[in-house]
C-alpha cells in the first residue's frame, strides 16, 4: 500500500469540512482534481471511505475507523517539518562547543552573549579542555566545534586562525624584573616560575620558546588553572608564564605583565572543526559570530 501525504491531507480534509469542493479550495485545486485524489486513495485502500450525496458528503464506516489514524499522520508530519525548519534557521537545537581554559576566561564569553541574543533556541553543551585533549574532543564528534588551538597539524581537523596571542611574564610589582618593559627567557630562568601543566598549550609554547632561547625553564610550581598561578604571583612566590588574552579578565592587582622576548611566543586561537563533516546550522551562527567579535578584540598586551 502506497498512501501519499496529499491523500492522506485531501481525505482529512473531506472529513473536516464534509464537503469536497471546500476540501478543493483549501488545498488550492479544482473540484474534479480533488476527487480524483479521493478515488486513488480509496483504490488504494481498497474501501469506499466517503458516501457521496447531491447535498454533501460523508464518512463510511471504513472512513471513521482511519481518519484519526490519518490525522495522527499528519500531525506527526506537520511536527516533523516543524522541527527541521527550526533546526534548519537555528530556532532549536543543540550545540556542543569546546574551548581552552585561556579562551573561555577572555573571548568566549562575549561570543556566548551574542550567540544567546540571536539564537535563544539553541542550547549549548560545553567541553572545556586543555590543548593537548582539546583537538580529541572535536576529532571524536563530542563536540561539533571547537575555539581554541591546534598545537600540530591534524589532517581529519580543519583549523581557522581568527587571532593571535602572545604569552607574557606576570611579576609581583616588587619583582627585581618588574621596572623592565620587556624580559627575556633567559633572565626569567634565573627566577622561581609559576607554570602550568604541561596538558596545556601554555606550558607547550612556553617550553618551545625557552627551548630555541637555549634555556630549560624548571617549574617551581605547577598548576592546573591559570586563575591559581595569578594568585601564585600576587603572593610573591615567583613569575608566571601566561596568555596575554586571558590577563585581561582577571584581577591582576600587584602584579604586572611583561613581554617575553628572544623569542616572542605567540599562539593562534581560531576554531576547530572535523574537515570532513559539514557544520550544522547553529555551529555555522557560532562561527559566523567568533569570527565578528575576534575581529573587534584587542590585540595583545
Known amino acids: 500500500m502506497n498512501l501519499t501525504v496529499r491523500q492522506l491531507r485531501a481525505f482529512a480534509l473531506g472529513a473536516q469540512f464534509a464537503s469536497f469542493s471546500e476540501a478543493a479550495n483549501r488545498m488550492g485545486m479544482t473540484q474534479p482534481g480533488y476527487s480524483l485524489l479521493i478515488r486513488q486513495l480509496e483504490e488504494e485502500v481498497g474501501m469506499a471511505l466517503f458516501r457521496r450525496t447531491t447535498r454533501r458528503v460523508e464518512l463510511t464506516e471504513a472512513g471513521r475507523e482511519i481518519l484519526q489514524s490519518a490525522q495522527r499522520t499528519l500531525q506527526q508530519l506537520d511536527e516533523t517539518r516543524r522541527r527541521a525548519e527550526d ?18 576566561c577572555s573571548v568566549l564569553p562575549p561570543i556566548l552573549s551574542r550567540f544567546a541574543e540571536a539564537y535563544p533556541g539553541i542550547k549549548l553543551a560545553f567541553h572545556e579542555a586543555q590543548a593537548v585533549s582539546f583537538a580529541e574532543r572535536v576529532r571524536s564528534g ?9 598545537l600540530k597539524p591534524d589532517e581529519p581537523l580543519a583549523f581557522e586562525p581568527l587571532m593571535r596571542d602572545c604569552l607574557v611574564a606576570l611579576l609581583h610589582e616588587r619583582h627585581p624584573l618588574a621596572a623592565r618593559s620587556t624580559v627575556t627567557w633567559k633572565t626569567l630562568a634565573r627566577f622561581n616560575s609559576i607554570l602550568v601543566t604541561n596538558q596545556s598549550s601554555v606550558r607547550v609554547h612556553a617550553d618551545r620558546a625557552a627551548a630555541a632561547a637555549g634555556v630549560d625553564i624548571e617549574p617551581t610550581y605547577v598548576f592546573d588553572s591559570l586563575t591559581t598561578a595569578v594568585g601564585m604571583v600576587r603572593a610573591g612566590l615567583g613569575y608566571a608564564v601566561l596568555p596575554s588574552l586571558a590577563l585581561r579578565s582577571m ?3 600587584g602584579a604586572v605583565a611583561r613581554m617575553v622576548e628572544q623569542p616572542r611566543a ?3 586561537i581560531g576554531l576547530l572543526t572535523r574537515s570532513q563533516f559539514a557544520l550544522s546550522p547553529a555551529a555555522t551562527a557560532f562561527a559566523d559570530i567568533a569570527r565578528e567579535v575576534a575581529a573587534g578584540f584587542p590585540g595583545d598586551i
Request: hydrophobic share 40%.
Open 87 to 104: 533546526f534548519r534557521d537555528a530556532r532549536q537545537g543543540t550545540l556542543n562547543l569546546a574551548f581552552v581554559p585561556s579562551v573561555g
Open 266 to 268: 605567540r599562539r593562534d
Open 251 to 253: 584581577d591582576l592587582g
Open 142 to 150: 563530542q563536540a561539533e566545534i571547537g575555539l581554541g588551538l591546534l
